[in-house]
């Protein structure tokens, strides 16, 4: 029970953000489907030579994710989030890792 207390305010953290980033994150929709499509293109593949070719596709999956979430459609609009993180720094209710840090 103890662990459950202790890890309880990390689990919820999320519940802090905005509605528009709760959604995203409550989820976990966006690794099933990375994990999907790592399945789908290693049936391709079927015998991987060694492990580190085994080891670049996912590698080479989560760069070309990165790619179209950097330049094409963005999974998060940081603009929103910092204009957010601004308007409540004065409540005390949100305190990120970046805050600690700095």
């Known amino acids: 029970m103890a662990c459950l207390e202790n890890g309880f305010d ?3 953290v999320v519940m802090a953000l905005p509605e528009v980033y709760r959604q995203r ?11 999907q499509e790592v ?4 049936r391709v593949i079927h ?10 596709l996912p590698g080479t999956l989560l760069m ?4 179209l979430w950097s330049t094409g459609r963005l999974y998060f609009k940081m ?3 910092q204009d957010w993180k601004e ?9 990120t890792k970046d ?4």
């Open 10 to 12: 990390d689990a919820t």
């Open 25 to 35: 994150l409550r989820s976990t929709n966006i690794l099933e489907r990375l994990n």
């Open 39 to 42: 399945r789908r293109r290693e």
């Open 47 to 56: 015998i991987f030579p060694n492990t580190d070719s085994a080891m670049r």
């Open 64 to 67: 070309e994710q990165d790619e």
């Open 79 to 81: 603009e929103q989030y």
């Open 87 to 95: 308007e409540n720094r004065g409540e005390g209710s949100v305190e």
């Open 99 to 102: 805050d600690k840090v700095a």
